[in-house]
């Protein structure tokens, strides 16, 4: 099984915090690194430091952290202009250069803040050098204490070196996921544009023939009705076979456009989990052809996929959420496929009967023989929601999700009195995240 990737980061790198969950975790990920303060922190609260020295000191750091949160976070989520970032970033290293100059070495590692800083902010062709240029005036400052041997010195320079480019590393890589996100946006609208069009090509071709030989009959019709009345009922006949014909055609190929799939559905689920902040972790049997299932069963559980990932969505609660697609073989010699989703979240429903949602899941595995199984996950906490298809037969007549029935003789020539249920056009848009009792 494979996860989707960057879906494991529930603070989405490479986006702005889209919720409040994610703007919490960018900010306990940045202020992780005041943990190295504690050094400059525990040595203005030792005893002996004058009064005068722990005013600076504490002015000092104020201003330093002031300084860290605003470059950090004017990057994260706004658009910077040059001046203010290198405003920033100047002043981090003129506190780094007078508090460790004048106070005392603990503050060394001040540098190492101003070394990530500029990793982050400036572009790669000025951190280059700006990272061992921070790096060469802590050493040099370091080196003015006597008491910091060259073991203790390089404690500092390499950390300040270290993670400066590692920071470099990390920013490439959100660049990169950023623009792999933005690809695949293009790719799915470029897709979708496609079918378009090509859906525009098959009508096109489809009806164009049947409307002109509908137009030319129709005004034949017209002109023998006051004398051939006869030759008349007959052309209306033929424009009765031709647009029943017609309607059997476009019903045909919209069939094949609207009818869901399951590579198609997973496309949809992984979004809506990955916005949620939920992680996915999907079969790659789901992605590909399996062999000896039918449209309509395939159909079938690409609506079961829907269904449990909107549950997940609206009532879970859940932090993971897995998609399995496996083979089992009954008692009586019958092969079945399972499509099974699991997630670590409130569990099971709390009322005793399914709700619309699996009632009318039920509804729609019975016609092609398949069956739905819900109940606790096998880790003791979730929910684990099983759908069933038999292999290796088609789905009866009328079920639910088929194709409708395209033999002329079943055409009546008109609309329908009610809309036919194919399902909505992709792509779906799932329900935003919430956290009541789960009630499908």
């Known amino acids: 099984m494979t996860s989707e990737p960057g879906v494991e980061n529930p603070m989405m790198m490479g986006q702005a915090a889209r919720t409040r969950r994610q703007a919490l975790g960018k900010t306990a990920w940045i202020a992780v690194w005041l943990l190295y303060l504690a050094g400059p922190v525990g040595r203005m609260l030792e005893p002996g430091i004058s009064l005068a020295e722990r005013i600076w000191g504490s002015l000092g750091l104020t201003l ?39 106070l005392d070495a603990s503050w060394l590692v001040l540098f190492i803040f101003t070394s990530v800083g500029s990793a982050v902010v400036l572009p790669w062709q000025q951190s280059r050098w700006s990272i061992p240029l921070i790096t ?142 939920i992680t996915v972790t999907a079969d790659p049997a789901l992605e590909g052809e399996y062999r000896g299932l039918a ?19 609206r009532h879970s609660g859940a932090h993971r959420c897995e998609l399995l697609l496996s083979e089992e073989w009954e008692a009586d010699e019958r092969r079945f496929l399972c499509l ?46 099983r759908a069933y298809v038999p292999l290796g037969a088609a789905a009866p007549p009328g079920a639910p999700g088929s194709a409708p029935d395209s033999s002329p003789e079943s055409v009546t020539g008109r609309a329908p009195d009610g809309p036919v249920e194919h399902g909505p056009p992709f792509p779906v848009a799932y329900p935003a995240p919430r956290h009541p009792t789960r009630t499908a």
Do not use: C
């Open 64 to 102: 330093f952290v002031l300084a860290y949160f605003l470059l950090i976070f004017r990057h994260l989520w706004r658009k910077t202009t040059p001046l203010p970032t290198y405003g920033l970033l100047a002043v981090m290293l003129a506190l780094s250069v007078t508090l460790s100059w004048i």
């Open 136 to 277: 060469a005036v802590l050493l040099t400052i370091g080196a003015s204490y006597p008491q910091i041997h060259g073991y203790y010195l390089f404690s500092y320079g390499l950390p300040a070196l270290g993670s400066g480019f590692m920071m470099v590393g990390v920013q490439y890589l959100i660049r990169t996921t950023t623009e792999l996100r933005a690809a695949r946006q293009e790719v799915a609208r470029l897709a979708a544009n496609d079918e378009r069009l090509r859906l525009a090509r098959d009508l096109h071709d489809l009806l164009g023939h049947s409307l002109s030989l509908i137009t030319l009959k129709s005004e034949l019709a017209g002109r023998m009705l006051p004398d051939r009345p006869e030759d008349a009922a007959r052309q209306v006949a033929d424009i009765e076979q031709v647009s029943r014909q017609a309607l059997v055609d476009v019903r045909e190929a919209v069939t094949g456009y609207r009818r869901p799939r399951l590579a198609v559905e997973l496309a949809g689920a992984r979004a809506a989990l990955r916005t949620a902040g």
């Open 295 to 313: 449209a309509d069963e395939e159909g079938v559980l690409a609506w079961a996929l829907r269904e449990a990932v909107t549950n997940v969505l």
């Open 340 to 385: 099974t989703v699991l997630d670590d979240g409130a569990g099971p429903p709390r009322a005793q009967h399914d709700g619309n949602g699996l009632s009318g899941l039920r509804e729609r595995l019975g016609p092609v023989g398949g069956r739905l199984e819900t109940g606790p996950a096998p880790r003791g906490r979730g929910f684990a929601l």
